[in-house]
T-cell receptor, first 111, second 118 residues
Framework: QKEVEQDPGPLSVPEGAIVSLNCTYSNSAFQYFMWYRQYSRKGPELLMYTYSSGNKEDGRFTAQVDKSSKYISLFIRDSQPSDSATYLC???????????FGKGNQVVVIP | GAVVSQHPSWVICKSGTSVKIECRSL??????MFWYRQFPKQSLMLMAT?????????EQGVEKDKFLINHASLTLSTLTVTSAHPEDSSFYIC??????????????FGDGTRLSIL
């Protein structure tokens, strides 16, 4: 079993819809959770960084962590065509430790 | 804040050439930098962890004599692909993490270098 599981998609949604992405993990020692957005031929850009269970909101983005179920989610409200990208979940045991990545989920927002 | 600059963004060169890629943290000091490789439609694969002033730690299966890493300052790490061959063609991405004491900092990534070996 991989440390981090993420359904690669692709996921197509109409503009304005809510995008829902999730990752599951097997290592209960993971304490720090991140979501990165990666446009084609670019490096990943940090979207959300959290280390506690519950929700964290930043503009149209909400990150959700459920440590008891080993499950994290990212929600994008009022999706825009500019949100079309690959979204990678990542996590680490300590804040300064190496990252374990999901495979990435390709999202396409159709105008 | 937390900008990481990677240069060059694209390199095409002949087989046997050595190629150097630079990774700079522009607005923060980075004790630790990471080098990744990414194949099309795949996630990032960690190659090595670079700490300022010490030898890099390579992941299993990564040849340290092939991929030379130097982290001479708190804002610059370099990756040199020595005697590159077509199988080394890939997208190389660096990341850097800030070194604020008693604080866990996330990794911030550069925009990657697309390396094509003919």
């Amino acid at each position: 079993q991989k440390e981090v599981e993420q359904d690669p998609g692709p996921l197509s949604v109409p503009e304005g819809a809510i995008v829902s992405l999730n990752c599951t993990y097997s290592n209960s020692a993971f304490q720090y959770f991140m979501w990165y957005r990666q446009y084609s031929r670019k490096g990943p850009e940090l979207l959300m960084y959290t280390y506690s269970s519950g929700n964290k909101e930043d503009g149209r983005f909400t990150a959700q962590v459920d440590k008891s179920s080993k499950y994290i989610s990212l929600f994008i409200r009022d999706s825009q065509p500019s949100d079309s990208a690959t979204y990678l979940c990542a996590m680490s045991v300590g804040g300064n430790n190496r990252l374990a990545f999901g495979k990435g989920n390709q999202v396409v927002v159709i105008p | 804040g937390a900008v990481v600059s990677q240069h060059p963004s694209w390199v095409i060169c002949k087989s046997g050439t050595s190629v150097k890629i630079e990774c700079r943290s522009l607005d923060f000091q980075a004790t630790t930098m990471f080098w990744y490789r990414q194949f099309p439609k795949q996630s990032l694969m960690l190659m090595a962890t670079s700490n300022e002033g010490s030898k890099a730690t390579y992941e299993q299966g990564v040849e340290k004599d092939k991929f030379l890493i130097n982290h001479a300052s708190l804002t610059l790490s370099t990756l040199t692909v020595t005697s590159a061959h077509p199988e080394d063609s890939s997208f190389y991405i660096c990341s850097a993490r800030g070194n604020r004491p008693n604080s866990n900092q996330p990794q911030h990534f550069g925009d990657g270098t697309r390396l094509s070996i003919l």
